[in-house]
Nanobody, 116 residues
């Protein structure tokens, strides 16, 4: 059974940092690219960052480039999202994701709120 469990969200002031984690189980983690998405009530779900199965390549949305870093530990079946210089517009529920052919798998999400 595939499971993706996000953690690390919370309330942070503008300019602050958070590190999200996504613990994966029930599938071959090291064989799959992994993604972080986010969704706020005002916007559609947005792809934030992607990392290849080996971790050698990453890609970011323009809105987070230079501030967020995606990484993974294939020995721990975990993918991370380090978020620095957070802005109020980063407020959203953040989801871990991977896709096999046309099937998307999602975690339950973790809330990130950036506010003073």
């Amino acid at each position: 059974q595939v499971q993706l469990v996000e953690s690390g969200g919370g309330l942070v002031q503008p300019g602050g940092s958070l590190r999200l984690s996504c613990a994966a189980s029930g599938f071959s983690f090291s064989a799959n690219a992994m993604n972080w998405y986010r969704q706020s009530p005002e916007k559609e779900r947005e792809l934030v960052a992607t990392i290849t199965s080996s971790g050698e390549a990453t890609n970011y949305a323009d809105s987070v480039k230079g501030r967020f870093t995606i990484s993974r530990d294939n020995t721990q079946n975990t993918v991370y999202l380090q978020m620095n210089s957070l802005k109020p517009e980063d407020t959203a529920v953040y989801y871990c994701n991977f896709r096999v052919w046309t099937v998307n798998y999602w975690g339950q999400g973790t809330q990130v709120t950036v506010s003073s």
